[in-house]
């Protein structure tokens, strides 16, 4: 039997974010994933918001379902909020994760403690075939520690200890780490407004107008 629930492309080809944008959204639409259904092109955008909306235009334009994107990496204080958008890339290969992790803790090796502040920023964003986007931006702030820690989620997660906790976020369960997430909110805030827009009362052209962050 099919599902009732309206179908979405996940416009992403990063395996740890699949599974998490699953746990996230999975109760709220169908989701399908890329499996070759598009190419990804190049991320050219100067702000994770400009990526996620061109990720999710592109997989529409390609597929004609609507999709749903993301983009985001870490804003790390003491390097005025690199890596950022090259957070994925930051050691020169895409997704080289230990390779970023080495890279990152060299250029901090001689920051102090106090100055070791970092948020993990993620901008979610949603396109439909008929033109109307919208997009999310969120943070998780904390502070990044001198070596890895914790065996769990992806990227940066071993380094970042968020605000008000002992542990970083590869520490923590995966539904511990939905609930605070950067990803976990931004994607709670858009579901909403992705299902509004797929209901057949919704507008039939339009934008909702530029990032907005959700309160925390």
Known sequence: MSS????VLLATNNSGKVAELRRILGGAVELVGIDGAYRPGPETGATFAE??????????EQTGLPAVADDSGLAVDALNGMPGIFSARWAGRHGDDRANLELLLRQLSDVP??????????????????????????????????????DGGFGYDPLLVPDGMSV???ELSAA?????????????ALA???????APAAHATGSTGPPRRPAR
């Open 4 to 7: 009732s629930l309206p179908r």
């Open 168 to 170: 970083t976020t590869a």
């Open 51 to 60: 990526n996620a909306l061109a990720k999710a235009r592109e997989a529409v």
């Open 113 to 150: 403690d106090a100055r070791r502040g970092a948020g993990f920023v993620c901008a979610a964003a949603y396109a439909l075939p008929d033109g109307r986007t919208d997009v999310v931006l969120a943070e998780l702030r904390g502070a990044l520690l001198r070596a890895p820690r914790g």
């Open 176 to 188: 511990e780490k939905d609930a605070i997430s950067h990803r976990g909110q931004a994607f709670r």
């Open 192 to 198: 909403p407004r992705l299902l509004a827009a797929l």
